[in-house]
Structures are given as structure tokens and as C-alpha cells.
């Protein structure tokens, strides 16, 4: 007895102890925030634009060094020069201040040169923000700002053009009539004359908004038109939304995924119950409250546009055959000839008001948009029996790939007028012996580490993943964000290509008074358990469990290592379901295993011609095109099922080179042709 009044006079000493010290704290971190909180966002911004005006003309500034680390930015391909990709924007945390950024930046692809370029008209600093390639230019949409303890949010409704070949920003004001509300989170495609704009969110302080409005800009009138409002009231259309895929196709968009958060139910927390109780509330055992809970998406829409903007609809399609499972929000695909390649994504569970574990992911995949199905893609190690690329080795499929490289090149350079390969041999030879070998690094067959909200890009058939963020997990909630740059090659995927590599950003502040309070808060119920110990039952205790599990693949991935496959059971939010477009049926020609796009293209070149005259003369538009035109059409179209095909045929060849079939057919090819040599290049 005397031990336990010795306890409970202890507990309520520190009790007081600590009561007056959160007093005492709390009354000067108020006084902190307020004025850390206290400024005006459209002074700042027109600072900014007054800092902006400084610079008199564009200029272009070589960089010793790859820019800062940065999260929710734009890295988007040049479509004037196949060697460039731009990033621009972004925003960096440091645990307690937020930095938005407006740099604009090129990376120089041959050379991996990062250069800066300044202008007196630029967009302001932003996150966030949605950008496109058109044929000569970016588009630019929206993003957000904020104050720097992301107290008091900005959204931008502004829309920019670069034009990537002289480096010049210019603002686009509509010539009349609406333009979409600010916003973030949305997606912009490009569709013959069009930009397209769908949905997004707005951060209203005391709430989100997510949008599923459709806007269309008009780049010949320079107008926009709100699609959404010429649709039937009847009309299906897609729930509200951000964060999802926005694929270009020849006859519209395709839309995949994408995060919101909709009304719902959770669990009250023990302590919550408690102090309900205490002050005279009911709190009975199961407790629920009403919130938003997050929604990853998982449907399939095709937006079928047509130039008479009254006709555009939007038809509901199948949901995805291997769809990556769980979905995944904080990842968007890139747009690669007829494909979507995604990389990484992250999968909330909120267990209560307090508890949110998160499951982090470095998958591959490749979606083929008219097959509508994924494919997770492998890196692949060469085979051990390839020959050496300079004795003309290498099997089939080595010879494939320099087939393909080789008709490629050609292509591009014949469409941008330049020199040929042994005139540029002769120009300067010695200097591009000394690019490759400074150039050419030890491919990694591991991915990146798991991470969400990477920039990715495709240039020239290689996809580049910029920067991304991940959540540590820890006492501190550490957000880390990687300061690195990696390549893959999608035509042979084999490796990964380090661009650059700084690590992880370090520079993480935890606010002293925040996390003594969460101790103290911590303290108190230690406290109250000594006194009360509530009995704890097996369903709490199996979800201890398992948050513990959680967090120790969270910490091995920290320290460089992919988390083992988490099993994560969600509550299911269920979507509306409605009529479903039935596929097209594909009668174009199919690639056949270890036939490379030039001989693809050689061998079904007529139909594939044929193919496109009937949809010409469909449109009545036959006649406008001469003979090189439609060749070079053709192959392009060509090209797109080539790519759209490649992981389902790669598939069959892996099956057919286990079974040693792939060089028989390649003998036999051979001598139906009559060509000799083939024993040499093996």
C-alpha cells in the first residue's frame, strides 16, 4: 500500500512539473507562429515578379553541378531537340520551412551538362504545376505556392509557352470568354491543335477541393473552351481527382488512377475515448467519427475528341488487366509511343484519426494503352554466351538492337537535315571517342530505392527518373528527398544508368517545442497507463504488430535496401461503376518474337500504308499527302505498335531462348532469304 501512494505522489509531481514547462513553451511557440504565419503571399509574389524583371535578356549559364534536390517539379522532353530535357519549378522542405522554386533548367543529354537559363519573363515559383510538349514549345498550367510554414496556401491560374529552341517564356492570355480556375495536382495533354486540362485540386485551408472539370485550349484561336459544360447532363464522366495518368492518343486522351479523398468512417483512439469520458462525454468501445479518407483510383477512361468540341465525350473503359495492386498514389506515367511507363508510388492506410502507415514502391511497368494491360518490366544482365560487340557478336537479339539503333538514327537524321554518320566520323572523331568514354558508366541491375512523386521523362527511347520523395517513419517523420538522376534504356533494359547521384537531402530541422510537446503528450499517457493499465486486446494488439513490421521495412529501405512486400488490407472505397466501351479490335499487323522494328516495318510496309489510306480517305484527307509522307506516317504508326507489343513479345522470345528456339528460326529466316554470312556474326 505505502508503495503505491509513493507511486501516485510521484506521478502527480511530475505531472505539475511538466505542465508548467508545456505552458511556458507553448506560449512562446504560439508567439513563433504568429509571426512566422503573418505574410502577405501576393507581396511575396510580386517581389518575385520584381526580382524577375532584373534580368534584361535570356541567358544560358553552363553548371559546375546538377541543381538543388526538389520534389513536385516538371521534367519534360524537348520536341525541338531530341538531346535536352527541361526541368523547371519545384518545391524543397526542410522539416519546418518550405522553399518553391522558379528555376529553369536543361540538361544537356550527350554531354550530362545541367545548365541554367534566366529571363525577364518567367512563371512564378511553383510546385505542383502540370507541363506538356507540343510540337514546338511546353505548355505550362497552374501549380501552387505557399507560405513557408505551409500555413496559407496560393494556387496559380496562369498558362505559359516556352519555346524550347530560343529559351523564351511568354504568358498566354485567352483572347476571350473563361479560363480554368487555379489549381494543382492536374494533368495537360496535347491533341492535334489542343491542350488538354483535366481535373486537379485546390487547397482551401479548411478544406480540398479535387476537380473533374475538362477544359480545352484552342493554340490556333488562342481560346479556351470548358468542355465539361457542352456534355450532356447525362453524360459519364470521371470522379474527381488528382495525382493520375494523362496519356496522349492518336484519337484523344487515356486516364488512369489518380488520389482524392471522399467522405468516410474511423476508428476514435483510445485516448480520444478517454478524454470524451472524462469530461462528461459517452465513450463507448468502437467509436467512430465522420472524415475524408484518401481513395486511390483504379478506373479507365478514354476521351474521345473530335475538332467539333460539342462531340468530345468520355467513354468508360475496362480496368486494366495486372494492374499494379496496391494502387498507388504520388506517381504519374510518362508517355512513351503508344505506352505509359510508371515508376515508384506510395500506398496509404489510415488505421485511425492518429495512425497512417505508408508503403513505398520502386515497380517497373509498362501499360500498353490500346492492349490495355500492364507489364512489369525486369532489368536484364546480357547473356554470358553473347559475343563481343566489336566481333559482331552478340545473338539476334544483339543484332536487333544495333539494327534498330542504327535505322533510328538515320530516321532522325534525315527529318532534322544534319549530317550523315561518316560525315560526322570525319568531323570530329577524336571528340567523340573522348564523349564516350567519359560519358559510358557500370549499369546497375537493382532500381532506385523506393520512393513517390519522381519526375520522369522519355527521350529518345530512355526513360529518366528525377529526384522523389520518402517518409523515414521515424519519431521524427522524416521526409527524404533523393538527389540523384537515373536513366533506363527501354529497348534493352539492361540497367540503370546513374546520371547523378548526390544521396539524400540531411538538413532536417524538427522544432524543439513541437517535440517536447509530443514527448510530454507521450509522458502523460505513460502516466495514465501506470495508473490505470487498461487491458490492451488481441485485435489492438495485432495491429501493433503489424505497424511495428511496418516501420522496420521502412527503416531497411532507409538504409538502401528494397522492403520486403508488405501485406496491406485496405477498407474498400467503393467507385461508381457504369457502362464500360467495348476494345476495338486490333487488325492492324503484330509483331512476330526477335524481329526488330526495321524488319517489322519491311515486312508489313504495305499494309501499314494500306492501313492509313483508308483512314485518310475516311477523313477525306487522302489526297493531301504525297508518297514519302505517308511512308514516313506509316512507319510511324508502324513504330507505336511495335513499342505497344514489345513487352508481350519479349515475353514469347525469353520462352523460345529457353527452349533454344530463337537461333533456329534465325537460320531459317536466313536461308528462305538467301543471304550467307550469318555463322560469322555469331
Known sequence: ???????????????????????????????????AEDIDLDAVLAEYAAQQANFHKVAETPLADPPSARTNSTLTPSPTNSNELFLFGGESFNGALAHFYNDLF??????????????????????????????????LFGGEFSSPKQGTFYHYGDFWRLDTANREWTKVEGKKGATPPARSGHRLVCWKQYVILYGGFQDLSASTKYMNDLWVFDTVEYTWTN??????????????????????????????????????????????????????????????????????????????????????????????????????????????????????????????????????????????????????????????????????GGGRRGRAQDAEEELLENLRRLQAGGPTEEE???????????????????????????????????????????????????????????????????????????????????????????????????????????EEEPEIDE??????????????????????????????????????????????IDTTPHPRPFETLREFFSRTSNAWQDHLLAILTEQGKAENLGVKEIRKKAFEMAEEKWWACREEIREMEDEQEAHGIGEVVNLEEKNAAGGGGGRARR
Open 539 to 584: 485485435e489492438e494488439e495485432e495491429r501493433r504488430r503489424k505497424a511495428r513490421e511496418e516501420r522496420k521495412s521502412k527503416k531497411k529501405s532507409k538504409d538502401g535496401e528494397v522492403p520486403a512486400p508488405v501485406e496491406v488490407v485496405t477498407e474498400p472505397v467503393v467507385e461508381e461503376e457504369g457502362p464500360e466501351t467495348d476494345e476495338p
Open 106 to 139: 536543361v540538361h544537356i543529354i550527350d554531354k550530362n551538362e545541367w545548365r541554367h537559363i534566366t529571363s525577364p519573363n518567367s512563371p512564378l515559383p511553383r510546385s505542383g504545376h502540370a507541363a506538356v510538349t507540343g510540337k514546338k514549345e511546353i505548355w
Open 227 to 392: 468542355v465539361g459544360n457542352l456534355m450532356p447532363s447525362h453524360a459519364q464522366k470521371p470522379e474527381a481527382r488528382s495525382g493520375f495518368s494523362f496519356l496522349p492518343h492518336e484519337n484523344g486522351a487515356v486516364l488512369f488512377g489518380g488520389y482524392s479523398r471522399v467522405k468516410g468512417t474511423t476508428a476514435v483512439s483510445k485516448s480520444a475515448q478517454k478524454g470524451t469520458k472524462k469530461s462528461g462525454g459517452g465513450g463507448g468501445g468502437g467509436a467512430t467519427r465522420n472524415v475524408l479518407k484518401p481513395m486511390f483510383h483504379t478506373d479507365c477512361w478514354f476521351l474521345r475528341m473530335s475538332t467539333d468540341l460539342k462531340a468530345v465525350r468520355w467513354e468508360r473503359r475496362k480496368k486494366p488487366v495486372n494492374a499494379p495492386n496496391p494502387p498507388r498514389a504520388g506517381v504519374s506515367m510518362a508517355y512513351h509511343k503508344g505506352r505509359g511507363i510508371m515508376f515508384g508510388g506510395v500506398h496509404d492506410v489510415e488505421e485511425s484519426e492518429e495512425a497512417i502507415d505508408s508503403q513505398f514502391f520502386n515497380d517497373f511497368f509498362a501499360w500498353a494503352v490500346d492492349r490495355n494491360r500492364f507489364f512489369a518490366l525486369q532489368m536484364r544482365r546480357p547473356k554470358q554466351n553473347q559475343g563481343k560487340k566489336s566481333g559482331g
Open 1 to 35: 500500500m505505502a508503495k503505491k501512494k509513493a507511486k501516485s505522489a510521484e506521478l502527480k509531481a511530475r505531472k505539475a512539473e511538466k505542465a508548467t514547462k508545456k505552458s511556458q513553451k507553448k506560449s512562446s511557440k504560439t508567439a513563433a507562429d504568429s509571426d
Open 424 to 530: 560526322m566520323d570525319e568531323l570530329a572523331p577524336v571528340k567523340k571517342e573522348e564523349e564516350v568514354v567519359k560519358v559510358v558508366k557500370e549499369n546497375s541491375f537493382q532500381l532506385p530505392a523506393p520512393r513517390f512523386d519522381a519526375a520522369l521523362a522519355v527521350q529518345d527511347d530512355v526513360l529518366y527518373i528525377y529526384g522523389g520523395r520518402f517518409e523515414s517513419g521515424d519519431k521524427e517523420d522524416r521526409e527524404v528527398t533523393f538527389d540523384e538522376m537515373f536513366a533506363i534504356d527501354l529497348g534493352k533494359l539492361d540497367g540503370v544508368r546513374e546520371v547523378f547521384s548526390r544521396g539524400t537531402t540531411k538538413d532536417w530541422e524538427v522544432e524543439e517545442e513541437e517535440e517536447d510537446d509530443e514527448d510530454d503528450e507521450d509522458d502523460d499517457d505513460e502516466d495514465e497507463d501506470e
